[in-house]
């Protein structure tokens, strides 16, 4: 369960569909960083969303659905930077 804190506000709890959609965005951005190939890229890319059993159009409605909740994307992305910006084991 992927928690947020502010400050030194309560830390607030993503919802299931978030905690998937950060770790599937986290997954995508990793991929794209540690494959050059365009082609490989791609293949990686499609394994990536099967892995998480959504499409690529799913991916991008729920990403333009979080422009209508702003507090959610926010607490939202900063979950997905603070993954990203720990170091990988």
Avoid: H, W
Wanted: a positive charge; hydrophobic letters at 35%; aromatic letters at 6%.
């Amino acid at each position: 369960m992927l928690l947020v804190s502010f400050g030194c506000g309560k830390p607030e709890l993503l919802s299931v569909d978030e905690q998937q959609y950060v770790l599937l965005t986290v997954t995508l951005t990793n991929v794209r960083a540690q494959t050059p190939d365009s082609l490989q890229l791609n293949r990686r890319l499609d394994s990536t969303f099967k892995a998480f059993r959504m499409t690529k159009q799913q991916y991008q409605d729920q990403t333009e659905a979080l422009a209508n909740t702003p507090d959610r994307s926010e607490m939202i992305f900063r979950a997905i930077n603070d993954s990203l910006s720990k170091p990988r084991k």
